[in-house]
């Protein structure tokens, strides 16, 4: 009986009938991509593509630099340090086979509240030539409806007052930039990776708002030397379990402090608009794309929104993970009525086929049962995903007197939600960064439900749409006094 193996550079050679190992020399990469923000899903996802282009196409010269801003990712941080930038992908297929792949695209690693300076110095070497980035719905701090940077942000505030010693990924790049002007060096693309529509345009329009105010004299060399593709990206990545751990431990002998779960299914779409040279990535499946409109409308109010709607009935249900919501015929019908009948009309009619191949594999994506992807994490700052997911659809049904039925029922029980009690009573962890608020103004609209929609930072003026008002109240009304199941089924049966 073998022992199991700890995940570094010293074991990996061994790992070799336990899992796929990197099949190429990682001395050889040359680091020129800084990713900030190393999440689950930037490791099963552009680091995943990077590690198949090194390995199958020889592509040595786009290594990842890995950078942490905040505090809470101390942890991600100190694994990878330990473990060599290596970490186990365990793709998980929905017939219940694993692939369970060691990445080694991640060469580097960086952690802003040890040594920022480290951190600024990197950003402005002279090899980085893409700063990529997945710094999460709530990180760019643009109003979607105003268009506005909210530099009243307490953490934003707080860069504004202390430049030198930056928190946020703004002021990082701010410094960056000023020494590559000072030093006479290039600028380089900034890769954005979030579920945001373009989301390339709304970091520029943030990171410029931002250096507007602090450094102006910057803005015109800026707009001369970096660019701001956007990007679609795909990949269902639940957060790591401790099951993960145990089973790659017991089953696979190989001790990852943090490995990553995956679909097998991965897609990335991106606007061909780098500032020097790009990896080849379409060598390995990326799609580059002049505009990225379509696509991000489709994947972003189709697959992030149909994950929502899961998360919150789910939720109210007493469903902990997407799988068992998803394999419910009556939530399963509500959401595929939900994709019929109110996003599929307002996305580009030319590519039907397109859209109705994404819907039926999303379907199945949702479904896999080994994917254990908490309904929690979904549910997570929703009040930035809400804006983005589900009420672009709204304003487009609305502008053309199309139903809005089922988005308004998700928009009543969204408010529930904040009452924090499922239907077998019991109660569930709100994580938002205006949760106060949240909570507050569901309590609020007991008494009067409009309250809820009169938080203007999440539905702007919807408020003042009549038709969206009636059908919220009612449907707020219906589900405060039954279950979500039943509520369910009784608007599935019409
Ligand atoms: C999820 C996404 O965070 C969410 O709400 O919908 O993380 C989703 O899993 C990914 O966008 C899939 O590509």
Redesign the pocket.
Known sequence: MQNPLYLNIENVGALQNRALIPAFDRDKIKTSIAHIGISN?HRAHQAYYMHELIENHDEFNFGICGIDLLDADRKIYNVLKDQDGLYCLMVKDANGSHQIKVIGSIVEYFFGPENPMAVIERLAHPDIEIISLTIAEDGYHLNEITGEFDQENPVVAEDMRNPFYPKTVFGYLMQAFKLRKFRGLAGCTILSCD?IKGNGDTMKASFFNYVNKMEPELLPWLKENTTFPNSM?????PLTRPEDIETLKNDFLIEDQWPVVCEPFANWVIEDNFFHGRPQWEKVGVQFVEHIEFYDKM?LQL??AG??LL?ILGTLHGYKTVGEAANDEDFMYFLKTFMDAEVIPVLDKAEVHLVENYKSTLIARFKNPYIY?SLS??CDESSA?VPI?ILPTVRTQLSKDKVIDRAAFVIAAWCTYYDGLDDQGKTYKISDSISNVLIRRATQSQQNPIRFLEIESVFGDLKSSPIFVEKYVRYLNYIRTRTIKECIKDFNSG
Do not use: A, M, S
Request: aromatic content about 12%; overall charge positive; glycine content about 6%.
């Open positions: 899903f579920n990206v795909d990949r269902i990545t994947k697959l992030n994950h929502t998360g992807d994490r979904i995903k997911f």
